[in-house]
């Protein structure tokens, strides 16, 4: 199914001069992972420098998240190991953000409870996007576990960590992803246990 998010719709011109070179799908995720793992080691530092660096490989990392579906796509390069790798790269970086944050926030007025908030919010964001991937698998193709609206992907919410990166406003952010996660996490498993097949 073709991603129809803005992100989506701004990486196809971007990677249009890719299709028939040696760049892969699977090469543009490395860049993602590499990048996402960069950014979360940034932020965890819990310096004014780390922000700024952390922030912008995050937004470059989430963008690299829709250009290798989309060079997978258009290049007709999709593959179900391609698939999978992309899947294990995205909740490993999107998990690990949130510890990463946990720890960054460790001398914040969050104090001691930075880190295990940041434990919660990572374990609710993996088993969360964990449950949505079975909730797929076991609906009828093309399903979304979560729909986005006004070209806006669930994911796409991630974004919005470097600007808060930038503003020193992540304490706000990791409470409210500790709730919200938790809450997709549950709602998902729900939605699971009522599917019939699952």
Known sequence: MSGTSWSHVIARPLVRPMIGTAIRPNHLTTLRLLTGIAACACLALDTRLGAWWGGSLWILSA??????????????????????????????????LFAAVGVGLRH??????????GLWAAA??????????????????????????W???????????APLAWLGWLSPLLVSAA???????LL???????LPTA
């Open 63 to 96: 963008f690299l998240d829709r250009a290798d579906g989309e060079l997978a796509r258009q290049g007709n390069l999709a593959s179900q190991d391609g698939h999978l790798y992309d899947y294990y790269a995205d909740i490993t970086v999107n998990a690990l």
């Open 151 to 161: 070209g806006f992907d669930l994911e796409d919410a991630l974004y919005i960590v």
């Open 108 to 117: 914040s007025w969050l104090g001691v409870w930075a880190l295990p908030i």
């Open 179 to 185: 709730v919200g996660a938790t809450a997709i996490m």
């Open 188 to 194: 998902t498993a729900w939605r699971i246990h009522r």
């Open 124 to 149: 609710s964001t993996l088993f969360g996007s964990i449950f949505s991937h079975r909730l797929e698998l076991h609906s009828p193709p093309d399903t979304k576990a979560w729909s986005g609206r």
